[in-house]
């Protein structure tokens, strides 16, 4: 059964950092692309960051460039997402999810719970 558990979210003060982790079950985060969003209140929910798992190419949102880095752990088989220079617009619940391939032209197929990050300023 595939599986995705985000964690690492929490309360942090502007100019703060935080990481969250994408765990997955059930596939090898080594075979799919595995991309994060986020859903602030009152908002849809917007990408924030992809990583290919043949070429770990990654992409990211302009509003979050120079300040996220997207990785991946195969021996945990873990994506994680560094977030620094936190700002209160990034306040938002964080998912993660599991894409139908290694590419994430192939689009989304699994979604994992979200997890809560909080930046006060």
């Known amino acids: 059964e595939v599986q995705l558990q985000a964690s690492g979210g929490g309360l942090v003060q502007a100019g703060g950092s935080l990481r969250l982790s994408c765990a997955a079950s059930?596939?090898?985060?080594?075979?799919?692309?595995i991309g994060w969003f986020r859903q602030a209140p009152g908002k849809e929910r917007e990408g924030v960051s992809c990583?290919?798992?043949?070429?770990?190419?990654?992409s990211y949102a302009d509003s979050v460039k120079g300040r996220f880095t997207i990785s991946t752990d195969n021996a945990e088989n873990t994506v994680y997402l560094q977030m620094t220079s936190l700002k209160p617009e990034d306040t938002a619940v964080y998912y993660c999810?599991?894409?139908?391939?290694?590419?994430?032209?192939?689009?989304?197929?699994?979604w994992g719970k979200g997890t809560l990050v909080t930046v006060s300023s």
């Open positions: 999810t599991k894409y139908r391939n290694n590419d994430w032209a192939s689009g989304m197929d699994y």
């Open positions: 990583i290919n798992s043949f070429d770990r190419s990654t």
């Open positions: 059930g596939f090898s985060v080594d075979n799919y692309a």
